[in-house]
C-alpha cells in the first residue's frame, strides 16, 4: 500500500494521540482501500518498534515471532544487499530452524507476551463482596 508522506505523518500523530480509529478512517480514505486494509496497515504502524543492538538473526527471530515475516525479509534485505529472493529463502531457512529450538531472545519475547494478571478488578470483586456480604448481615 502506498501511502503519501503528509498523510503518513497525520496517521502517525493520530496514533500518538490515541486515536486509532481516526487513523484508520484517514488511510481508508486516502488510499481508496478496503477498511481491512486500513485497519491492517494500521495495526502494522502502531505496533512497538524493536529496540535492537544484537545480531541480525537475533533481531530477524523477534519479528518471526511477532509474525512480522514481511519486515523481516525487508531488514534481511536492507542488510545484506542480497536480492529478495535469496532474503526470502534466508528468512524462511532461519524461521524453520527457529522453529526447532528455542533461544534466549524467543524466551524472553514469549514471557513478555504472557497476560499479566490485573489485580484491579479482584480488588474491586472482594470490596463489592464485602460490601454484599455487610448489607446482608446487618
Not at 502494522?44 to 527471530?61: S, W, Y
Amino acid at each position: 500500500m502506498i501511502i503519501p508522506s503528509d498523510i503518513l505523518q497525520e496517521v502517525e500523530i493520530l496514533l500518538s494521540q490515541n486515536k486509532k480509529v481516526h487513523a484508520v478512517a484517514l488511510v481508508k480514505r486516502a488510499t481508496n482501500c478496503s477498511l481491512k486494509e486500513a485497519k491492517d496497515y494500521v495495526d502494522q504502524l502502531d505496533q512497538p518498534k524493536v529496540a535492537f543492538t544484537g545480531n541480525i538473526d537475533d533481531q530477524l527471530r523477534v519479528l518471526l515471532l511477532q509474525g512480522n515475516k514481511i519486515e523481516a525479509i525487508k531488514v534481511y534485505r536492507d542488510h545484506s544487499g542480497a536480492s529478495l529472493a535469496e532474503s526470502k529463502e534466508y528468512v524462511e531457512r532461519l524461521d524453520q530452524y527457529a522453529g526447532r529450538r528455542n533461544t534466549g531472545i524467543d524466551s524472553l519475547y514469549q514471557e513478555q507476551a504472557k497476560p499479566k494478571i490485573n489485580y484491579t478488578w479482584v480488588i474491586i470483586l472482594l470490596i463489592a463482596a464485602a460490601v454484599i456480604a455487610w448489607a446482608v448481615l446487618r
